[in-house]
């Protein structure tokens, strides 16, 4: 197909409570949308990136200045496929964000087109999803216990506590006691170092599915540490970059379990290549998420539906997060949401709430 334009839309999305990491406290959503117009139609795909380079280097307006000076007059113009699209902008070093965002949008135009759904696209298996809910930090743990027992309520099957130093062994504690045997695992966002590893082996008492990314993106080795000093799995995430640095963590023993978000790795075609690779060295994968509208979330589901995907992804329902969604919104039902079935990503965008929560003018790169 040959892009005509792309354009950048920014909007603000207010989250339905604040959502607070070892790296922040969110009180909305900055998001930042990609909409390629081309000869065959035009596609959709969300940035991940957050509006600080606080969970990884990118952030929203460097995923726009990027987008803009680089990767969008990169492709204006040409025939273009979203397979080709990363090799056409391998120039590029990293920016895998916003890398992500372009692609997804290249193969919902592209899919489109062509009469398939993403979940066809993907060899997706399954017609619906387990779902699980990641809960911040909160003020204190009567507050966390009320957050978990609605989630709860709702039917979630899998609940993640983010943890810090000073916010782990106590509310990891009180949760289990609230929640029985209902899976749950802990995020810490890199908030801990090796210094950590004889606390963290504390953790083990509560029969945790796995603990996710407790040291820096770029400390494999402290990783290799902590595994072998604790029972609890130890899963990566932000560092989990591509398939080649997940291959390599896994095989020295740092992650057990891999966190897959097609943001982080520069898009869903490396994500499903990192799933497959998984697959066969029967390494359990699960779906991360990046509070996404309905955009972002059509396409983690669709990819949660592969095969390996064998623990509950953080594909939570719309309402975890938004009062209104961008899209049609996504509901749970008995813990699971469905595919996606339509062409493309599936879902539509609503533009008149495009227009109403945009928080700067659109860019359009031709
Ligand atoms: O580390 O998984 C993470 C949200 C933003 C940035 C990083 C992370 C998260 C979440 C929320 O945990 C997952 C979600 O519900 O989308
Ligand atoms: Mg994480």
Known sequence: MRVEAVELHRIAMPLVRPFETSFGRQLARDVLLVHVLTDVGDGWGECVAMADPVYSSEFVAGCDAVITTYLGPAIIGREVTAESFAGLTQFVIGHRMAKAAIETALLDAQTRASG????????????????????????DLDTLLAEVQLYVDEGYRRIKLKIKPGWDLE????????????????????????????????????????????????????????????????????????????LDAIERGAT?????????????????????????????????GMLETGIGRAANVALAALDGFTLPGDTSGSSRYFAEDLTEPFVLDDGRLVVPRGVGSGVEVRTDLLTQWRSTPVVTVR
Not at 124 to 138: F, H, L, N, Q
Not at 256 to 282: F, P, Q
């Open 116 to 139: 398939q759904s993403f979940a066809q696209y993907f060899g997706a298996t399954r017609e619906a999803v387990d779902c699980g809910v990641s809960v911040g930090i909160a003020p």
């Open 171 to 246: 509310p990891v504690r009180a949760v289990r006691d609230l929640i029985g045997d209902l899976p749950l695992q802990v995020d810490a966002n890199t908030a801990y170092t090796v210094a950590d590893v004889d606390h963290l082996r504390e953790l083990d008492a509560f029969g945790l599915l796995l603990i996710e990314q407790p040291f820096i993106e770029e400390d494999i080795a402290s990783h290799v540490v902590l595994s072998s000093a604790i029972e609890t799995p130890v899963c990566l995430d932000e560092s989990i970059v591509n398939t080649d640095v997940a």
């Open 256 to 288: 057990t379990i891999v966190n897959i978000k097609a943001g982080r790795m520069g898009g869903y075609l490396e994500a499903v290549r990192l799933h497959d690779a998984c697959l066969e060295l029967e390494i359990p994968v699960w779906c991360g």
